[in-house]
DNA sequence: CATATATAAGACTTACAAAGTCTTATATAT
DNA sequence: ATATATAAGACTTTGTAAGTCTTATATATG
């Protein structure tokens, strides 16, 4: 089985969540955001170092620092977290590619598959961090 | 990264590709298949007898023995092969079973995301064998 | 009936990548 | 000065996909 999400993702996502729900109310120290969310420490800590390094959140060193948000929360898609953890969504790798694969020529699989991987990155890229918010906790 | 259709799938639907291109004309041999799509002997076998588990393929034992497609190629579908090969189709863990997640009811993402599973799903449900093989030939 | 050709089944090994841990360095509020 | 936070990356563990090997069994055909 494979997970189009995988676990590291999964807690990616989370701790942006996290980050949106406080958004506005300064940084967000990772230990804190880790421990609301039930992502193991050290994990967020590489994972918040790899979300900074694509500019979706800012830090801020020392006591009182931590993470936040680098843009509002309606403008960060669920792709571009997935992406940046795990790299760029793929059906098949003979997508991404031109040349990855030979028999592409006269291969009918192909472009049925191109058009589902256009289909599902578009998808994530119309869902934004304040609607999973939002979505989330609609109840209360 | 990761695909969605893993290398080994890949390979086993060339081979269903293959007995679909020769369906009516008796038995294809593994060797011949495999050979023919470019996929390693010994793993062609191994893929060859989960097929035949999932009753998608047809076996004879002996000389001028091999598989045939179990039905016709029009009722074969690529998420029959993709699910036989590796498993259901998942977008997230937290949607293969009701219970997976404990945070599911606050959570924003998990609709969203199981509507795209449901999405992808019927996607592959909906492209035959046949049709996979017709447009790969199409230009000759 | 002997033999060559094919599938059947599963143990085993290898290779790779995800997940998780540990260590050291650096910035800053108080 | 010190405690608290991020920064960076090496390292270990674990899981699983991919690939190989071995032995058994069925059957067409001379």
Redesign the pocket.
Known sequence: ??DVV????D?ALRLMVNLARYHGNGPV???AAAKEEGV?Y??A??L??KL??SKLVK?????????SLGRDPSQISLREVVETI?GPISINRCLLAADACKRQHDCGARTKLAELQHYVRDFLDRITLDELLHNGREKE
Do not use: A
Request: aromatic share 6%.
């Open positions: 089985m494979v995988r676990r590291n993702t807690y120290s990772t230990r193991p050290q994990l800590c590489k918040m170092q900074h390094k830090s801020r060193m020392g006591p009182k620092g931590g993470f795990q």
